[in-house]
């Protein structure tokens, strides 16, 4: 046996150690569950099959350091560099404007290039499933889309293959100058590691781990150590170590163990050792599929169905199927199949082996199953199935890519032999019970019976009383996953009947294919542009694309760590709403290399950072209540949590309609009127009210907040290395908090991995403390949250409930409009103002409109600024009104949209004048783009012929004022530009790069205004000692103020050296420069902006938001499953109008990702809070943001041409946070897929749908025979069936009008 002593096992994660040890820190870490592929690394190894070396991506964050031994790591830094030679991922991907924030980027260049390791010709599907472990926040959504063009449109033309993309898509990058990939110039496994292998033991601070070499070794130490926990791919247990804060002070890794890895043919089925991963398993079943007559590989198919909604590949490379049987999850997605297909297992022990048959005997409970403590899963056999036998398996979930399941089936029918007549059938559920569960008695009552229309009218009244669920089930969705288990056995019953009718040559009235799950469609992409000549309007790629592509981009906590370096965890409270009572620390101050425990007493300054003034009481769950300082980060968080803590609790207030009754609202109340809405409503033909909440959403901008506080040691000096928005406010509110002027504070950014809004305040509650901790113990402090802390602390976009009271005239004129919002702002008033009144009209002119906003004060932690800023859920209110005026007058909406339009020099609201309107522009272009009319033709023909698939389309309109409208002094910004001796530029603005491309674009100006390429310009950071009281980069008003301020700057610095180039015309920028500074010129100029003109009045209505106004128009298409819930976005034409683009590459990037960003919002993202105020959904495993899946099939994104904007630099129009809101359009898309729906059950009229449309709430607006069964009572469910058994003659009638109209009259409609 051989000991290796490592300093924290437990701790010990790969992307940690490369990090921290190695000092590699291209690998990111941005959830540390494996649940977002920013850690993505490939591992190489010579495993015992198949032959050697295996190549495969690994989330590095969930990879225990020792199961590594024996393997190759080859990370972001290995393949390739900017100083050395890029690999051709790299360049790919940075070259096609692939990189954004850069932050996930060397995760998804790892995926890519493990793939190409692999396979260096993939296809589509396999780019799509490498990609499936990827979450993507900033968008360049193309470039991965059409990747499989990019990286070899010769071979794809060649055979034939459609290359969708436009030609207006290459303008913005030349694929033939990309290097081509040569898989012979790859790193080569090192030969040492095909070492024998050997019993290996490590021991760490608090862990055993131990990899036996055989299986008796196994067995041996598993009978010495029964509570020991096997780990293959530590998917399940590094969550629990990490998050649920369980300690296996013992564990087993049986990976490599020749038995455990078997896989073998047996007379009745395939054999799988337990330690077979599941990518493994996917492998054999895909070639027995292919081998082996149709028949015999029913549950193989239905495998592999789960397999690809199962994780994402990284997950997949490394679980084991004995990890996700043992498990023993309630939401497994491998365990119904199992269950339904009667799998054999066989469990050793040091005693023998037995073999049991896999029913629901084999979960006794909650997360247990009948394995002896010292026993071992050794093998499973995944049995063929026989002529006559039908098998299926079902999952839904959340997002469609890499989610947990709501509720996931499979389901088995055997029948007589050449009959209908069901011999067996097993239905097993899993998300139904704290265990998977075999439907026993429906199975029971059903067997014998003919595979009919009454049978399934008996099936679905069966499961409705067999699968309940308490009201309180944990996981809720009551209604919705009762629902499925209906639907879901719907779908098996067309299935089955059609197979039957193959099978028995008889014809069958259903057409059973569309009521499978969604398969994956070819996406293509495409952009309408015109490129220019000039500098400016340049698709010029980001400027650190490369470096963020090679893992060289330096972000806050890739700085190398300081030798005397501590690290800082928050201690944050578990109650909303609490008095501190006592604060325990002793556990928390023996947790080895623990240096401090710090509360506001060690606050030198003032601890006012914002509105709320310090007492102890806590007043949201989350809220920073202390802090520890320790040697690792590990150490600090483990101390972090051992603090105990007493409360006593007071009443919170969580939701918006709590803050409403108790009338708890921060002030002021803000209100904006036009006209006389009371006269309105009296001229109106029609009034209607309404009401619709729209849910919160969570930044998850990948790089975590982060700050690193060094104390210089002098006149209270600190430099702040800080992922933020604000240098200026992380400045000054440090200063404050250490009692120390302005002047003594540097805050330091470089660039960030993403922001949105949600570091632009709320960075500075990391780093005020931080820096306080610096101060203390006169060391360099570092703290990087983990995501569930930063989910947890930072708050979000505020939830949306808005009222309305709308009046308008048969013709669909809106002549009167009443509106009232209130935004759950959280515990502090923060950027809670928002924009919401001054985009309640959207695009629609109201003559008499009046508008209410009030901030709920609750006891959520703070919500605060986020793209759009409170504009984008305005306007979703006001499409909500406008579709339910449409859906009263039977008019189509995009005609009551177009009939309510403003027109050029119309007055919104608030008094400001229209000029350069271009909405009506957009809105031709993109019905044209779109072909809108034949799409709506189509539609109505397709949902005429489906049942239970229906589609929708909806063009939105959108209408963005452009300022920071939080403060007039804000509105303001400098520069500062220094030309060196050798021609070189410095420069520097007061704003912050995130990923938007701000420095990119900022570049482009002084290349122009200096008329120097800008190769010869350099930015290095943002920071308060260049550039001093900066506004945050906020508000999409960045590219417009600082680019003012450089030109200012630059346009200094060109008088001053004019005379040199009048007196050497012919010189070169250089030669000016050099004469200017021997003639002793100033080549240090700084620049100033303020936007003339702006201010505004709430009291007396009256001045000017806005300095002008961005616009755009989508439409979307969807189909929608209406049986799950689950929807497609097949197609969507986006026209922005963003005025003569800086650099179309980065702002058509900015169009996508700011639509994907509000696909997210409007349909996926879901926050959920307990009554008691503690967020549910922390981390990529709970809460879904879109995925390469969810980026509509077909995406056209057109700038609108000639259209130069005179408000801003260079003519252009700020485009972050405009094209947002376009994302609506997939929402009333939806919905008017969901009216198509309940027109079919005999449903018109205006109906409530909240955001966003998740699967749940488009499968409950669906209302049908279905959802009406599930929530029907038991008793009325049995004189249902007596009535159907009493009337039989007349049934089938019946039950077209009234109940599930289903076969015999849909069958010809359903597909
Ligand atoms: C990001 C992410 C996504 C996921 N998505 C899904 C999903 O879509 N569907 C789904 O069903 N699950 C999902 N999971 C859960 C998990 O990946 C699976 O359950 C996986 O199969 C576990 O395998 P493992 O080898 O990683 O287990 P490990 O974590 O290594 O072990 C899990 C448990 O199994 C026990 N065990 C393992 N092998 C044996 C054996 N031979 N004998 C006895 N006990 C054994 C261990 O003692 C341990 O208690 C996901 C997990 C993550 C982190
Ligand atoms: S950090 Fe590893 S998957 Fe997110």
Known sequence: MRDLKLKSLQAGNCSLTLRFTVGLTGTKLGCAEGGCGACTVMVSRSSPSPPPPRHFAVNACLAPLCSLHHSAVTTVEGIGSVASKLHPVQERIARAHGSQCGFCTPGIVMSMYALLRNNPQPSLLDIEEAFQGEVLRSYQSKTFVCSPCWWQKETYMESGWPCTCSEAYFLLYNPSEFMPLDPTQEIIFPIELKKPLKQLCFQGERVLWIQPSSLTELLDFKTQYPEARLVVGNTEVGIEMKFKNLL????????????????????????????????????????????????????????????????????????????????????????????????????????????????????????????????????????????????????????????????????????????????????????????????????????????????????????????????????????????????????????????????????????????????????????????????????IMHLSALKQATGEAV???????????????????????????????????????????????????????????????????????????ADTQAHAQRAAKAVKITYKELKPVVTIQEAISCKSFYQPTRKIEQGNIEEGFKKADHILEGEMHIGGQEHFYLETNCTLAVPRGEDGEMEMFVSTQSTSKTQMLVAKALGVPANRIVCRVKRMGGGFGGKECRSTILSTVVAVAAQKLKKPVRCMLDRDEDMLVTGGRHPFLGRYKVGFMKTGRIVSLEVTYYSNAGNSADLSL???????????????????????????????????????????????????????????????????????????????????????????????????????????????????????????????????????????????????????????????????????????????????PCSKIHISETSTSTVPNTSPTAASASSDLNGMAIYDACQTLNQRLQPYKTKNPKGTWEDWVKAAYFDRVNLSANGFYKTPDMGYDFETNEGKPFNYFSYGVACSEVEVDCLTGDHKNLHTSIVMDVGNSLNPAIDIGQVEGAFMQGVGLFTLEELLYSPEGVLLTRGPGMYKIPAFGDIPTELNVSLLRDAPNEKAIFSSKAVGEPPLFLAASVFYAIKDAITAARAESGLRGPFRLDSPATPERIRNACEDSFTKLVRMTPLFIVALCFFIFSHKSSFTLWLDFHWIRICCVLGSRTQ
């Open 834 to 1012: 928002s924009r919401a009144l001054f985009h309640m009209e959207n695009c629609y002119n109201i003559p008499h409109i009046r508008g209410m906003g009030y901030m709920c004060k609750t006891n959520l932690p703070s919500n605060t600024a986020f793209r759009g800023f409170g504009g984008p859920q305005g306007m979703m209110v006001a499409e909500s009104w406008m579709g339910d005026v449409a859906l009263h007058c039977g008019l189509p909406v995009e005609q009551v949209r177009r009939l309510n339009m403003y027109k050029q020099g119309d007055r919104t609201p608030f008094t400001q004048r229209l000029e350069q309107f271009t909405i009506d522009r957009c809105w031709e272009e993109c019905l044209s783009i779109s072909q809108y009319n034949q799409r709506r033709k189509a539609i109505e023909q397709f949902n005429r012929q489906h049942r239970w698939k229906k589609r929708g389309i909806a063009v939105i309109p959108t209408k963005f004022g452009i300022t920071l409208t939080s403060n007039l002094y804000s509105i303001q910004a400098g520069a500062l530009v220094h030309v060196y001796i050798d021609g070189s530029v410095l420069l520097t603005h007061g704003g912050t790069e995130m990923g938007q491309g701000l420095h990119t674009k900022m570049v482009q100006v002084a290349s122009k205004v200096l008329g120097i």
């Open 248 to 539: 296996y002070p013992v564990i087993l890794a049986p990976a490599f163990i020749p038995e455990l890895n078997t896989v073998q043919r047996t007379a009745d089925g395939i054999l799988f050792g337990a330690a077979c991963t599941l990518t493994r398993l996917g492998m054999v079943l895909r070639d027995a599929v292919q081998e082996l007559p149709t028949y015999q590989t029913e549950v193989f198919r239905a495998v592999l169905e789960q397999l690809r909604w199962f994780a994402g590949q990284q997950v997949r490379n490394v679980a084991a199927i004995g990890g996700n049987i043992v498990t023993a999850s309630p939401i497994s997605d491998l365990n119904p199949v199992f269950l339904a297909a009667g799998c054999k297992l066989t469990l050793a022990s040091k005693g023998g082996k037995r073999v049991i048959e896999m029913d629901d005997s084999f979960f006794p409970g909650y997360r247990k199953t009948v394995l002896k403590p010292d026993e071992i899963l050794l093998f499973i056999e995944i049995p063929f199935t026989k002529k006559g036998q039908y098998f299926s398996a079902f999952k839904q979930s959340q997002r469609r890519e890499d989610d947990i399941a709501t509720v996931t089936c499979a389901m088995n029918v055997a029948f007589e032999e050449n009959t209908n007549s069901v011999r067996n059938l097993r239905l097993s559920y899993g998300g139904m019970a704290p265990t998977t569960v075999l439907a026993k008695e429906t199975c029971k009552r059903l067997t014998g019976r003919k595979w009919s229309d009454e049978l399934l009218q008996d099936a679905c009244s069966l499961l409705a009383k067999e699968m309940t669920l308490d009201p309180s089930a944990p996981g809720g969705m009551v209604t919705y996953r009762r629902t499925l288990t209906i639907s879901l056995f719907f779908k098996f019953y067309l299935i089955v009947q059609h197979k039957l009718a193959q099978d028995l040559n008889v014809e069958v009235r259903c057409g059973p294919f569309a009521n499978v799950q969604f398969s994956l469609y070819l996406p293509s992409l495409w952009q309408t542009l015109k490129l220019s000549d000039d500098v400016v309007g340049r698709p």
């Open 555 to 629: 972000y806050c906590d890739d700085i190398p760590c300081y030798d005397n370096e501590l690290h800082l965890a928050l201690v944050t409270s578990t109650k909303a709403h609490a008095f501190i009572e006592n604060i325990d620390t002793k556990e928390a101050m023996c947790v080895p290399g623990v240096v401090a425990f710090l509360t506001a007493k060690d606050i030198p300054g003032s601890n006012r950072t914002g509105p709320a003034v310090y007492d102890e009481t806590v007043t949201c769950v989350g809220h920073i209540i202390a802090a520890i300082v």
